[in-house]
C-alpha cells in the first residue's frame, strides 16, 4: 500500500479514459494533484526459533537423517538432517526457522511470495530447491537455498494461478526426488513429477481424479508408512482430517481416504513437520502445535510448542494447507478530521494498532476507497476520485469517471492473475475493467449488468465460497447481504447470488480487511452507529463465524475501506 510507485507520479504517463479505454496521453500541467501520503510503516517482530522436540538430540537427527534415503527432506536450508519451516511474514519477506538473523533472499522486488513450495534435493547438489508463486500466477525454482537465499532462479512459466492449491506431498513415484500437485479451481488434481533439471523443474501434468474440491487444506504427509511412496492429509471446513496412502502410481497416487478425526478447524494453516507424517498447526491466538505420526496415518495427541502469539504474522508458511491469500492485508479508516489510519492483520482473526497513514487533514473531502492489489505486490492500493479524474497509488489513471458512484477492487475477477476495478454508475449498471499487473491502466470496460444500484453497498477482497475465487459481497437498503461467487470469466464474472443473511444494516460501515486468521478465506469487519466493530471470521461455505467484538470508539471515522 502506498508503494513507491506512488511517488513517481511526476514522471509517469498520463492516460485518458475515452469510450470505456484507456489510451496513453501526455500528463497534463493542469491535472489535479491527488493528496500525497506517508509510507506504512513496517512491522517489527522476533524471528521465532524452532526444534522439534523428538529431533533435539542427536541421535533423533541422526535417526532423520537416515529416513532422508526413503522419504527425501523438502526445506533442510542448513542441512542439519531436519526441514526447517521457511514462512512469509507480515512485512513480505520471506524467513525460515533455519536462522534467528537471516531473510530467505530470493532477489524479489515488489513481488510478492504468494506461496511456497520446496521441493528438496532436485539435482544432486546440496541445498533444496524451492518453488514459489507469484500474486500473478508465474512460478519460479530457485535452486539451492540456504539460510539467507540463493542467487539462482529458473522461471518455470505463467498460469498458475488457475490452481488453488500447489504443494508437494513428497516423492510420489519412488524416484527420489519430491513431486507437485496441483488443484484446480473445479476440483480436479494434477500431478507434476520431478525431472531433476531445474531449467524445467516438471513435467507434463498428469489427471489423478476429481473431488478435491471437498477439502479446504491440502497438506503433504511425506512418507508416513515407510514404503517409499508419498502420503497426503486433507481436511474439510467442518474439521475433519482425511489420510490418503500412496499408490506410487502416476495417474491414480493415493488410495481410499481414512478418516483420522476431527476437531481441526481450529486451525488456521497445517503444514508438515517433516516428511514421516508429522504435522504442524497454528491456531488463531499464534500458538504453534506438532502431530506426531503412529506410522499408519493417525497421529498422537497434539504437543504446544510454542507461546501463544509466538507465530502470529506469519503470514503464509511453505507447504500450508490453506489456499495462499495475497491482495489486501487490512483497512483503512478515514477520521473527521481527515485523517487516514491503517489497521492491519494480525493473522490472528483481529487488527493490529491504528497507524496513522496520511498528514493531519489531508483527505478530507476527497472520494476514495481501499483496493485489493492491482500489482505484484501483494498490499493495499488506494483509489482517489478528483472530480472526473481517477487516481490510483498517486498515479494517474484518466478522466471520465465522475459518473460513477462506487468502485470495488476485489481483486482478480477475469482468472488471469491481475486485479482487477468494479465501477458502477449512476444508473446502476456494474462495469468491469481488468487490469494490466501494474496498476496504472485498464482496458476496455465489460459490461456486468444493471440493476445493481439497489444495493447500498457493494464490496470484498478475496474469496468467500472456498473455491479459490474472488467474490463480491452486496448488501441492500434493508439490510440482506448477498454472496455474488466470481466465475474467473471476465465476460460473466459473476455466478447467481446466494443470501447470507438478513440484519446487515444494523451496521454502518461494512468492508472487507482481507485474510484477518491467514486460512486463505476473506474475512469482513462491521461498525454499529455507536462505534462497536465487530469482526466475522468465514467459515465456508458461504458463511461467516458468530461476530466477535474488536473494540468501541470507531464512530470517529466517517469512512472504514
Known amino acids: 500500500m502506498f508503494s513507491g510507485r506512488g511517488r513517481r507520479i511526476t514522471t509517469c504517463t498520463a492516460l485518458a479514459l475515452s469510450a470505456g479505454m484507456v489510451l496513453a496521453t501526455p500528463a497534463s500541467a493542469a491535472e489535479p494533484a491527488p493528496r500525497t501520503t506517508v509510507e506504512k510503516a513496517k512491522p517489527s517482530f522476533t524471528l521465532p526459533k524452532l526444534v522439534r522436540p523428538d529431533l533435539a538430540d542427536g541421535s533423533a537427527r541422526a535417526g532423520a537423517q537416515a529416513a532422508e534415503a526413503v522419504a527425501p527432506l523438502l526445506s533442510d536450508l542448513d542441512l542439519d538432517g531436519v526441514d526447517d519451516i521457511i514462512y512469509r511474514w507480515a512485512d513480505g519477506e520471506l524467513y525460515s526457522t533455519a536462522s534467528d538473523t537471516d531473510v530467505v533472499e530470493l532477489a524479489r522486488v515488489d513481488d510478492i511470495a504468494k506461496d511456497i513450495i520446496p521441493i528438496g534435493n532436485q539435482n544432486g547438489q546440496a541445498e533444496p530447491e524451492v518453488l514459489v508463486l507469484s500474486e500473478n500466477g508465474a512460478l519460479t525454482l530457485y535452486q539451492d537455498v540456504a539460510p539467507s537465499g540463493t542467487p539462482y532462479e529458473y522461471p518455470v512459466g505463467g498460469g498458475w494461478q488457475a490452481y488453488n492449491k500447489i504443494t508437494s506431498p513428497g516423492d510420489v513415484n519412488a524416484d527420489g526426488r519430491a513431486d507437485v500437485i496441483a488443484r484446480a479451481k473445479d476440483g480436479q488434481l494434477y500431478l507434476y513429477l520431478a525431472t531433476g533439471v531445474p531449467s524445467k523443474p516438471l513435467g507434463t501434468r498428469i489427471a489423478v481424479g476429481g473431488g478435491w474440491n471437498t477439502y479446504d487444506q491440502l497438506i503433504g504427509a511425506g512418507d508416513v508408512n515407510g514404503d517409499g511412496k508419498a502420503d497426503l492429509y486433507g481436511r474439510k471446513a467442518d474439521g475433519q482430517l482425511y489420510y490418503y496412502v500412496g499408490t506410487g502410481s502416476t495417474t491414480r497416487p493415493f488410495e481410499t481416504r481414512k478418516l483420522i478425526g476431527g476437531g481441526w478447524q481450529t486451525y488456521n494453516q497445517i503444514f508438515p513437520a517433516g516428511q514421516d507424517g508429522s504435522l504442524w498447526a497454528r491456531d488463531n491466538k499464534g500458538a ?274
Open 288 to 561: 504453534l502445535f506438532l502431530y506426531l505420526p503412529k506410522g499408519d496415518g493417525t497421529l498422537n495427541g497434539r504437543q504446544k510448542v510454542s507461546a501463544d502469539g509466538e507465530f502470529a504474522g506469519i503470514e503464509q508458511f511453505a507447504l500450508g494447507g490453506n489456499i495462499a491469500y495475497t491482495g489486501k492485508d487490512g483497512l483503512i479508516a478515514r477520521d473527521g478530521a481527515g485523517t487516514l489510519w491503517f489497521y492491519g492483520s494480525s493473522t490472528t482473526g483481529r487488527l493490529t494498532k491504528r497507524q496513522a497513514i496520511s498528514d493531519t487533514g489531508e483527505w478530507a473531502g476527497t472520494t476514495w476507497t481501499a483496493l485489493s492489489s492491482l500489482n505484484a505486490d501483494g498490499r493495499t492500493d488506494v483509489l482517489e476520485k478528483l472530480v472526473g479524474d481517477l487516481y490510483i497509488e498517486m498515479l494517474y489513471i484518466g478522466g471520465g469517471w465522475g459518473g460513477f458512484n462506487a468502485f470495488v477492487g476485489a481483486g482478480d475477477l477475469s482468472g488471469d492473475g491481475k486485479g482487477d476495478l468494479l465501477a458502477r454508475d449512476g444508473s446502476g449498471v456494474l462495469y468491469l475493467y481488468k487490469g494490466n499487473g501494474e496498476g496504472d491502466a485498464f482496458a476496455s470496460r465489460i459490461r456486468v449488468g444493471s440493476g445493481w444500484g439497489a444495493f447500498n453497498k457493494l464490496f470484498g477482497a478475496g474469496d468467500y465460497n472456498g473455491d479459490g475465487k474472488n467474490d463480491l459481497l452486496a448488501r441492500t437498503s434493508t439490510g440482506v447481504l448477498y454472496l455474488y461467487p466470481g466465475t474467473g470469466n471476465a465476460t460473466a464474472p459473476f455466478g447467481a447470488r446466494v443470501q447470507i443473511g438478513t440484519g446487515w444494516n444494523t451496521y454502518k460501515h461494512l468492508a472487507a480487511p482481507g485474510d484477518l486468521n491467514a486460512d486463505g478465506k476473506g474475512d469482513i469487519v462491521g461498525v454499529t452507529s455507536g462505534g462497536d466493530l465487530y469482526t466475522y471470521l468465514n467459515t465456508l461455505p458461504n458463511k461467516f463465524s458468530g461476530r466477535t467484538l474488536y473494540g468501541p470508539g470507531f464512530q470517529i471515522f466517517n469512512q472504514i475501506s
